[in-house]
């Protein structure tokens, strides 16, 4: 089944020269979907709060987290704010859900950072918790990370089962959770040393999502077709120099960087001018990964939006969120895919 396009855009502060307020407005009119926060302890505004006053000031943009830290709030605690967020906006939420990734927030907070399985453990757990504090009854459960005793979750959310549940996920594991589990599916790269580098890099490569898909379907059974996929992208530029811009891109990551606060930080510096083909040292990421990679969008926008009908057509990604202000600049492409 081919789902019309829509498209979010992921902000961690206003846009340039406005409030948070007007913000959230200014995204509604250029046509997205939804707005997304990341959730990280380095400078940004607090996802919940942000949401809220986002949700506050428009009439139809969703809001949600691209997407929360399970470590960072208690399952319970995570389900009372987005019940209330949910119901006060007239079911506007998106329940964005993670495992964890970002070594940086964890040492930076004085958190452990538990090897995957245990934080995957952990998010599994979280997920039983918070989907039963949806439904309409008490709920209890006794698991290894969370006890909760005859609980029952109020305030009630806007719709029966609470507002969609997206999760972002990057391995086999937690991919084919998320097909058991998601109404949406954010694909993510595999980030195992908890920061970005090369091989974080290379698991955005085009055979790398065809695997991604599979273990989707893997955890999904029947009910991938009801399943939206959903994909972050970290750089979106309109150029008439698309091959080169990969070309800086490639050269960047073969280099093997290590950038500690995000993909979006390592793209942004090689498409500015941040590395050269002499910083390739023999690498093998190569200018094709670049281009074919569904977490970066080049060229005109005729162009993008060719690609983006490609990528639907090859994986059926059709919810597309652009990261950071220069997203804004995408309006035109957005006026074109949207709903088609």
């Known amino acids: 089944m081919t789902r019309p396009f829509r498209f979010a855009i992921q902000l961690s502060q206003p846009l340039p020269g406005t409030s948070w307020g007007d913000t959230a407005r200014r995204v509604e009119e250029a046509g997205f979907s939804a707005l997304h926060m990341p959730d990280h302890f380095g400078d940004q505004l607090a ?8 949700a506050a000031v428009t009439e139809r943009l969703r809001v949600g987290a691209l997407v929360f830290d399970n470590d960072y709030r208690h399952p319970v ?3 009372k704010e987005l019940a209330t967020i949910d119901q006060l906006s007239g079911g506007r939420v998106e329940l964005g859900l993670g495992a964890g990734w970002m070594r940086w927030d964890y040492e930076k907070a004085g ?7 245990v934080r995957v453990d952990r998010f599994e ?7 039963g504090l949806f439904r309409e009854s008490e709920f209890s459960h006794d698991g290894e990370h ?5 609980l029952e979750g109020l305030p009630r959310p806007h719709a029966p089962g609470g507002p969609p549940l997206m999760i972002g996920a990057g391995g086999p594991r937690m991919l084919g959770i998320a097909g058991a589990h998601a109404d949406i599916v954010g694909i993510n790269p595999r980030i195992p040393s908890g920061a970005v580098d090369a091989e974080a ?8 999502v065809d695997q991604k898909l599979e273990w989707i379907k893997r955890g999904a059974g029947d009910r991938f077709d009801d399943i939206e996929l959903n994909v972050l992208v970290f750089l979106a530029t309109v150029t008439d120099d698309a091959r080169g811009m990969a070309e800086g891109i490639a050269a960047m990551f073969s280099a093997e960087p290590e950038i500690p606060k995000g993909v979006g930080d390592a793209v942004n510096a090689a498409a500015t001018g941040g590395a050269t083909n002499d910083d390739a040292s023999g690498g093998d990421f190569s200018t094709e990964t670049v281009l074919e990679a569904p977490a970066i969008l080049l060229g005109s926008f005729e162009e993008m939006a060719a690609t983006l009908r490609q990528r ?6 059709s919810y597309i969120t652009l990261q950071g202000p220069d997203a ?9 895919l949207s709903g088609t």
């Open 111 to 117: 958190l452990d950072y538990d090897a995957p399985k």
């Open 47 to 54: 996802p919940l709060a942000a949401m809220t006053w986002a």
């Open 312 to 317: 639907r057509e090859r994986w059926g990604i």
């Open 125 to 131: 757990e979280a997920l039983i918790v918070l989907k």
């Open 77 to 79: 605690v995570l389900h």
């Open 201 to 208: 890099a290379r698991d955005f490569a085009a055979d790398r």
């Open 146 to 150: 969370y006890c909760i005793d005859a």
């Open 328 to 336: 804004m600049e995408m309006a035109p492409l957005i006026a074109e």
